[in-house]
C-alpha cells in the first residue's frame, strides 16, 4: 500500500519560538502556528475556525526561527505529521498528540528583517540596481565621434 505524509501550512505563530538543543548539540526549536479559516453559512454569516497546530523544526532551519521569527508572525511552512504517543505519570494512561515536523518554511512577512536570509526553497532577497546619477544629454556637435545610427533592435 502507497503512503503520502505531506502538509503545507500558511498561518501566525502564537508564540515566540522555543530554541532549545540536545546532548548532541542539535537544536531544535518548538513553535505553534495558528492558520484561520473563514466562511459563509448558509444565513449569510461569516464565520471564522482556527487551526491551532504544534510545529518542530531542527538543525540549522531550527536556529534561522528562533533568530527572526516572533509571536504573531506569519510564516508558510512545508512539513510532515507525526503522531507522539506516551504514558501521563500520574494518571498512566496512554497520551497522544499530533504534531507536524518542518521539512522547509520560507518568510511570508514582508517586513522581514533585513539581513535575514532567504530559508529552504525561498529565493534570495537581490538588493536593488543602484541608480545612475543624472546627466545633461550631450548638446549637438559635441564630442569627437559621429552619431551612430539607431538600430531597430529592441535590445
Known sequence: MASFNKVI???NLTRDPELRYTPKGTAVVKIGLAVNRTW???SGETKEEVAFIDVEAWGRQAEVIAQYMRKGRPLLIEGRLKLDTWEDKT???KQSKLKVVLESFSFI?????EGAPPAA???PRRPAPPTPPASKPPEPGEGDAPAAEEDDVPF
Not at 109 to 113: A, M
Open 9 to 11: 501550512l500558511a498561518g
Open 40 to 42: 459563509k453559512s448558509e
Open 91 to 93: 494518571t498512566h494512561q
Open 109 to 113: 512577512d514582508s517586513n522581514r528583517p
Open 121 to 123: 526553497g525561498e529565493a
